[in-house]
């Protein structure tokens, strides 16, 4: 008799565990899961939501790789002195 296969066990994760992996507000994974940039989670229950292990892993590692490779165009400073409150007033030169 054949041995069968070894069915390959799929973890998944919910969103506190998520949270210890990924350092991301949840606005901001919700709004990179719908432009297609996070993986997309996935519902057990009406009330359970859970991502994939492995495609949030590979999605760590790609990022580290992108970031290796210097890649990932950084967001530029931003001017204070064009707030419109609390504006940073020059000092005088003397």
């Known amino acids: 008799m054949k041995p069968?296969?070894?069915a390959t066990v799929r973890r998944s994760i919910r969103r506190h565990q998520l949270r210890e992996m990924v350092p991301l507000a949840d606005t901001?994974?919700?709004?990179?899961?719908?432009?297609?940039?996070?993986?997309?989670?996935?519902y057990l229950t009406s009330r359970c939501v859970?991502?994939?292990?492995s495609e949030v892993e590979a999605w760590l590692a790609e990022?580290?790789?992108v970031s290796h490779t210097k890649a990932?165009?950084?967001?530029?400073?931003?001017d204070?002195?064009?707030?419109k409150t609390r504006p940073i007033k020059r000092l005088a030169q003397a």
């Open 4 to 6: 069968q296969p070894e």
């Open 28 to 42: 901001t994974i919700y709004d990179m899961e719908q432009r297609g940039e996070f993986p997309q989670r996935f």
């Open 50 to 53: 859970v991502w994939d292990l």
């Open 63 to 65: 990022r580290r790789r």
């Open 72 to 78: 990932v165009t950084r967001a530029p400073i931003p």
């Open 80 to 83: 204070v002195q064009l707030r």
